[in-house]
Protein backbone atom coordinates (compact mmCIF):
# COMPACT_ATOMS: atom_id res chain seq x y z
CA UNK A 1 0.00 0.00 0.00
CA UNK A 2 1.41 3.45 -1.42
CA UNK A 3 1.77 5.90 1.67
CA UNK A 4 1.67 9.22 2.31
CA UNK A 5 2.17 10.34 6.45
CA UNK A 6 1.33 13.50 7.70
CA UNK A 7 1.50 14.83 11.32
CA UNK A 8 -2.21 16.15 11.88
CA UNK A 9 -1.47 18.98 14.34
CA UNK A 10 -2.96 21.13 15.52
CA UNK A 11 -0.03 23.14 14.46
CA UNK A 12 -0.15 26.28 16.56
CA UNK A 13 1.83 29.39 14.94
CA UNK A 14 2.32 33.14 16.41
CA UNK A 15 1.52 35.26 13.22
CA UNK A 16 4.66 36.37 11.21
CA UNK A 17 6.56 33.11 12.32
CA UNK A 18 7.28 30.20 9.75
CA UNK A 19 5.27 27.61 9.91
CA UNK A 20 6.62 24.46 8.89
CA UNK A 21 4.41 21.64 7.53
CA UNK A 22 5.97 17.61 7.11
CA UNK A 23 5.28 14.72 4.57
CA UNK A 24 6.89 11.44 4.35
CA UNK A 25 6.04 9.17 1.62
CA UNK A 26 6.29 5.09 1.05
CA UNK A 27 7.24 4.77 -2.56
CA UNK A 28 10.66 5.57 -3.63
CA UNK A 29 9.56 5.68 -7.41
CA UNK A 30 7.19 8.69 -6.73
CA UNK A 31 7.38 11.19 -9.73
CA UNK A 32 5.84 14.37 -8.03
CA UNK A 33 4.59 15.80 -5.32
CA UNK A 34 1.89 18.49 -4.22
CA UNK A 35 0.47 20.29 -1.51
CA UNK A 36 -3.09 21.91 -1.32
CA UNK A 37 -5.04 23.84 1.19
CA UNK A 38 -8.23 23.25 2.84
CA UNK A 39 -10.43 25.52 4.73
CA UNK A 40 -12.89 24.19 6.96
CA UNK A 41 -15.84 22.79 4.73
CA UNK A 42 -14.45 23.95 1.10
CA UNK A 43 -12.34 22.01 -1.13
CA UNK A 44 -8.76 21.76 -1.18
CA UNK A 45 -6.90 24.15 -3.56
CA UNK A 46 -3.66 23.54 -5.32
CA UNK A 47 -1.19 25.72 -3.68
CA UNK A 48 2.50 24.19 -4.53
CA UNK A 49 3.89 21.35 -6.70
CA UNK A 50 7.13 20.12 -6.81
CA UNK A 51 9.32 17.53 -9.51
CA UNK A 52 12.74 18.11 -8.53
CA UNK A 53 14.89 17.68 -5.49
CA UNK A 54 15.55 21.26 -3.61
CA UNK A 55 13.57 23.96 -3.18
CA UNK A 56 11.00 25.67 -5.08
CA UNK A 57 9.23 29.31 -3.88
CA UNK A 58 6.30 30.93 -4.80
CA UNK A 59 5.53 34.51 -2.80
CA UNK A 60 5.39 33.08 0.66
CA UNK A 61 5.14 29.58 0.43
CA UNK A 62 8.31 27.49 -0.32
CA UNK A 63 8.45 23.52 -1.29
CA UNK A 64 11.54 21.42 -0.20
CA UNK A 65 11.46 17.90 -1.60
CA UNK A 66 14.48 15.76 -0.57
CA UNK A 67 13.89 12.14 -2.44
CA UNK A 68 16.51 10.39 -0.65
CA UNK A 69 14.89 10.66 2.56
CA UNK A 70 11.33 10.48 0.92
CA UNK A 71 10.60 13.33 2.38
CA UNK A 72 8.56 16.58 1.23
CA UNK A 73 8.09 19.97 3.21
CA UNK A 74 6.10 23.27 3.25
CA UNK A 75 7.10 25.87 4.80
CA UNK A 76 4.77 29.17 5.29
CA UNK A 77 6.92 32.85 5.88
CA UNK A 78 5.17 35.44 7.91
CA UNK A 79 2.54 33.41 8.68
CA UNK A 80 -1.35 35.01 8.75
CA UNK A 81 -4.11 34.20 10.51
CA UNK A 82 -5.73 33.25 6.81
CA UNK A 83 -3.32 31.11 6.64
CA UNK A 84 -5.23 28.57 9.01
CA UNK A 85 -6.44 25.88 7.21
CA UNK A 86 -5.71 21.80 6.80
CA UNK A 87 -3.02 21.40 4.22
CA UNK A 88 -2.65 18.33 2.55
CA UNK A 89 0.24 16.69 0.75
CA UNK A 90 -0.44 14.70 -2.36
CA UNK A 91 1.89 12.27 -4.22
CA UNK A 92 2.00 11.01 -7.91
CA UNK A 93 3.51 7.51 -7.77
CA UNK A 94 2.45 6.88 -11.24
CA UNK A 95 3.79 8.87 -14.67
CA UNK A 96 1.16 10.59 -16.43
CA UNK A 97 -2.85 11.20 -15.74
CA UNK A 98 -3.17 9.16 -12.76
CA UNK A 99 -4.87 9.63 -9.53
CA UNK A 100 -2.66 11.19 -6.05
CA UNK A 101 -2.20 9.46 -3.10
CA UNK A 102 -3.17 12.05 -0.15
CA UNK A 103 -1.90 12.69 3.67
CA UNK A 104 -4.77 13.07 6.15
CA UNK A 105 -3.73 16.53 6.05
CA UNK A 106 -2.10 18.87 8.84
CA UNK A 107 -4.25 21.02 10.72
CA UNK A 108 -2.88 24.84 10.83
CA UNK A 109 -3.37 27.32 13.12
CA UNK A 110 -1.81 30.58 13.29
CA UNK A 111 -2.27 32.83 16.31
CA UNK A 112 -2.91 36.53 15.94
CA UNK B 1 -14.50 30.87 -17.31
CA UNK B 2 -13.32 27.36 -16.98
CA UNK B 3 -13.85 25.47 -14.00
CA UNK B 4 -15.68 22.51 -12.47
CA UNK B 5 -19.31 22.49 -11.20
CA UNK B 6 -20.30 19.88 -8.60
CA UNK B 7 -23.68 19.91 -8.32
CA UNK B 8 -25.96 19.88 -5.89
CA UNK B 9 -24.08 21.40 -2.77
CA UNK B 10 -26.11 19.44 -0.77
CA UNK B 11 -27.85 15.92 -1.12
CA UNK B 12 -29.72 13.94 1.29
CA UNK B 13 -30.81 9.85 0.79
CA UNK B 14 -33.12 7.94 2.06
CA UNK B 15 -32.90 4.32 2.88
CA UNK B 16 -32.63 1.94 -0.18
CA UNK B 17 -32.30 4.60 -2.31
CA UNK B 18 -29.73 5.71 -5.48
CA UNK B 19 -28.32 8.65 -5.88
CA UNK B 20 -26.30 10.68 -8.46
CA UNK B 21 -23.73 13.20 -8.01
CA UNK B 22 -23.09 15.46 -11.06
CA UNK B 23 -19.68 16.47 -12.16
CA UNK B 24 -19.07 18.71 -15.20
CA UNK B 25 -15.88 20.22 -16.37
CA UNK B 26 -15.17 22.63 -19.60
CA UNK B 27 -11.04 22.56 -18.66
CA UNK B 28 -10.23 19.98 -21.65
CA UNK B 29 -9.42 17.88 -19.17
CA UNK B 30 -8.89 14.41 -19.90
CA UNK B 31 -9.12 12.73 -16.59
CA UNK B 32 -11.99 12.88 -13.73
CA UNK B 33 -11.19 11.78 -10.61
CA UNK B 34 -13.88 11.41 -7.42
CA UNK B 35 -12.66 11.03 -3.70
CA UNK B 36 -14.54 10.81 -0.60
CA UNK B 37 -13.44 13.06 2.01
CA UNK B 38 -14.91 11.72 5.64
CA UNK B 39 -14.55 13.85 8.79
CA UNK B 40 -10.28 14.91 9.79
CA UNK B 41 -10.19 11.94 7.09
CA UNK B 42 -7.67 12.56 3.87
CA UNK B 43 -9.36 12.17 0.56
CA UNK B 44 -9.87 8.77 -0.58
CA UNK B 45 -10.42 7.26 -4.28
CA UNK B 46 -13.63 5.82 -5.42
CA UNK B 47 -13.40 6.01 -8.98
CA UNK B 48 -11.16 7.50 -11.90
CA UNK B 49 -11.32 7.97 -15.71
CA UNK B 50 -8.46 8.73 -18.29
CA UNK B 51 -10.64 8.69 -20.99
CA UNK B 52 -14.03 8.56 -22.37
CA UNK B 53 -15.79 5.39 -22.18
CA UNK B 54 -13.39 4.02 -19.32
CA UNK B 55 -12.98 4.17 -15.83
CA UNK B 56 -11.06 2.58 -12.84
CA UNK B 57 -11.93 1.24 -9.57
CA UNK B 58 -10.00 2.83 -6.64
CA UNK B 59 -9.40 2.19 -3.09
CA UNK B 60 -12.96 2.25 -2.03
CA UNK B 61 -15.89 1.80 -5.03
CA UNK B 62 -18.05 -0.61 -3.30
CA UNK B 63 -21.40 0.71 -3.45
CA UNK B 64 -20.61 3.15 -5.86
CA UNK B 65 -20.79 3.41 -10.04
CA UNK B 66 -19.97 6.09 -12.69
CA UNK B 67 -20.19 6.12 -16.39
CA UNK B 68 -18.16 8.77 -18.59
CA UNK B 69 -19.83 8.67 -21.34
CA UNK B 70 -18.45 12.94 -22.38
CA UNK B 71 -15.22 14.34 -21.55
CA UNK B 72 -16.89 16.81 -19.62
CA UNK B 73 -19.29 14.45 -17.50
CA UNK B 74 -18.55 11.86 -15.05
CA UNK B 75 -21.55 11.54 -12.70
CA UNK B 76 -21.21 9.58 -9.59
CA UNK B 77 -24.20 7.14 -8.05
CA UNK B 78 -24.38 6.35 -4.81
CA UNK B 79 -25.94 3.28 -4.26
CA UNK B 80 -27.71 1.34 -1.95
CA UNK B 81 -25.12 -1.23 -1.42
CA UNK B 82 -23.28 1.67 0.41
CA UNK B 83 -24.29 1.96 3.53
CA UNK B 84 -22.26 4.35 4.94
CA UNK B 85 -22.36 7.04 2.34
CA UNK B 86 -22.84 10.39 4.38
CA UNK B 87 -19.46 11.96 3.52
CA UNK B 88 -17.85 15.05 1.57
CA UNK B 89 -17.38 14.10 -2.16
CA UNK B 90 -15.10 15.62 -4.33
CA UNK B 91 -14.37 15.89 -7.79
CA UNK B 92 -11.54 16.71 -10.00
CA UNK B 93 -10.18 16.72 -13.18
CA UNK B 94 -6.23 17.22 -14.42
CA UNK B 95 -4.51 16.85 -17.44
CA UNK B 96 -0.48 15.54 -18.01
CA UNK B 97 0.59 19.38 -17.67
CA UNK B 98 -2.33 20.58 -15.26
CA UNK B 99 -2.17 19.19 -11.74
CA UNK B 100 -5.66 17.81 -10.24
CA UNK B 101 -7.91 20.67 -9.32
CA UNK B 102 -11.27 20.21 -7.30
CA UNK B 103 -15.12 21.28 -7.72
CA UNK B 104 -16.71 22.57 -4.60
CA UNK B 105 -17.99 19.27 -3.95
CA UNK B 106 -21.22 18.12 -2.53
CA UNK B 107 -22.16 17.03 1.11
CA UNK B 108 -24.03 14.13 1.20
CA UNK B 109 -26.04 13.13 4.56
CA UNK B 110 -28.56 10.32 5.40
CA UNK B 111 -32.25 11.10 5.80
Known amino acids: ?112 | DGGITQSPKYLFRKEGQNVTLSCEQNLNHDAMYWYRQDPGQGLRLIYYSQIVNDFQKGDIAEGYSVSREKKESFPLTVTSAQKNPTAFYLCASSTTARPQHFGDGTRLSIL
Open chain 1, 1 to 112: QKEVEQNSGPLSVPEGAIASLNCTYSDRGSQSFFWYRQYSGKSPELIMFIYSNGDKEDGRFTAQLNKASQYVSLLIRDSQPSDSATYLCAVNTNPGNTPLVFGKGTRLSVIA
